[in-house]
């Protein structure tokens, strides 16, 4: 059989067809080409059917006859004899049809360029701006704190690099912020993958001055998105990053993971981890929920990191921590450090340590652009005969409702804080089987807390009365993620969950509840929930401020931990003796002498009082005016214990 030979036309075409395919410049090339072959063929009709006439003349007059012809249809009405006229026809069609295939060619254009605008495609010309890789309901929080945080800077950017529809994404702006700028804040939006260095380069990540990394709550495998997202940033742009990456994870095993890079421009928080630290402590504490909400969001005051000023070198940090009106510096971040390792950030350190040029305070402001005017604050009195009072804990008894990943970091974060012979009991519609399984490697490290399961529903009186009625401190009303629901239907079961809980409890334990949905906050207001954690919106917080500051991401962990000193609202009877009048300085000043940081206080009168912030004052900006606190009142501090 004889091989198949193309002929030249059938070449000709192909070659056609492809360079008119990937070419957008070849369609003007081929209006250009027939354009001018129209006006050729219009003097050559002119010169052979009408020689005489006055444009057959010469070439060039020829041509311009033939120009006007075919650009405008109307300009041969005047001509005169049958050649003329035949010549004028033909050239006026051929101009028609060239003018329609142009106008074909121009619209195909424009919206070929309107699908790209809406793909989100297109080259972002931007430089230190902050980057969100992924697009979900945190989102949305993050870019209104990041829009609080950069107002003193002026006109700021931020990116989002997501999979979904780029119209999607932007519908959703709107709908929250009604148009595509937050404050002094743009919003630029391109579709794209976070783990393929070309659309991470289209978006100037090389250029972004932080990169927030968001798990997808949706996906099973949203940390390994994380993690190849992280590998393209620090391993396959190909350019080094201007900026540092803040990856959020879910699961803590996957830490090791992300560590293994061996990135120094990475900072990694585990959602699921710093939660379950966040319920123990708040789970503790009345009152406390609300203080990390207020110091994880940048409307307000919130921690900085500030260059000493030169008046403090040389000076203890208990003579700095008295001397600046404008805040409460809590720490410092030591200018030594060891050879390719971060500095470290000292919380609540010793009294006498000595400030050096070079070190960074990390102090309590409104905004890092409050410039900082040291000067000694007026102290008066000494601490009460109460406040040495030792503390003698007691065995608690601790209802949990419901079950998640992180349950058994939270027990052995739990057994940390309470008495020896302390008992949990965990209420979920899995069975106790299951829980004991998954729970198991954790039980066998607690020391002092006792461990029970029971299976029934959280939302259902008669599987928790029996269990309330034996009577309990405190209750921790999870998230269950043992099903999969829709985040709305999660935040109704665990409202329904407290509500029942509070109904069937004796006294006034504390009950502690997560929310994953911020709007879900008013209506937990408006059911008298006193105490409740905002998964989304305190992730998305503590995502903002890392992303602002580094350093932050270990302050956190610091004060979230076990070890080391955490944030407690203690009885203002420590602190002041009935009746007396103290200023905020005389606070601080006493707080210091028990070897803690008063950051604000409680006013125990206006606990459910969501308008006047329940009450809590955070770095009250004059520290040397009376407070009309008493000893019913609470003191907030950052301290090693609640002695």
Known sequence: MRPYKAGLTAKLRYHFDNYMAWSASGRFLLVFALGFGALVMGAVLLKVLAPSSDPAANAFEALWWSWGRVADPGSGASDQGTGVRIAEIVTTLSGVLLFALLIGFVSDSVQEKIGDLRKGKSHVVEHDHSLILGFNARALHIINELAEANESRGDSCIVILSEQDKENVIDELIGEFGRPKVRTTRIVVRAGSAFVPYDLRNVSAHLARSIIVLADDGESQGDVRVVKS????????????????????????????????????????????????????????????????????????????????????????DEAHLSVPQGVIVGYVSKQRKEGQPRHVHVNPRGDTVLQVGDRLVILLEDDSVGIVPRRLKTTGSLP???????????????????????????????????????????????????????????????????????????????????CAKGFHSAIVLTDTSEARDPDDTDARTLMSVLLVRSLAEGNPRIISEIRNPKTKELATVADVTDFVVSDELVSGLLAQVSENRELCELWDDLCSADGSEIYLKPASRYLAPSETVTFADLMARARQRNEIAIGYKLARLERQADKAYGITLNPHDKESPLLIGVEDRVIVIAEDER
């Open 385 to 467: 005969q109460f406040s040495n009072h030792p503390i003698v804990l007691k065995q608690e008894h601790i209802v949990i409702l419901g079950f998640h990943n992180e349950l058994g970091s939270m027990l052995l974060e739990l057994d940390r804080y309470v008495a020896e012979g302390s008992k949990a009991t965990v209420i979920s519609s899995l069975d106790s089987e299951t829980i004991g399984r998954q729970l198991a490697r954790f039980v066998n490290q607690l020391s002092n807390l006792k461990v029970e399961t029971i299976e029934g529903d959280p939302t259902k009186k008669r599987d928790i009365e029996l269990v």
């Open 230 to 317: 992280v590998l393209a940033l620090t391993r396959g742009l190909g350019m080094p990053l201007q900026g540092y990456v803040v990856a959020e994870l879910s699961d803590i095993d996957h830490r090791d993971v992300l560590t293994s890079l061996g990135s120094k421009q990475l900072e990694i928080v585990v959602a699921r981890e710093f939660l379950a630290r966040l319920l123990v402590q708040t789970a503790r504490q009345t009152g406390l929920a609300q203080v990390y909400a207020m110091l994880l969001s940048f409307s307000g005051d919130e921690f900085y990191l500030v260059d000493v000023p030169s008046a403090f070198a040389g000076k203890t940090f």
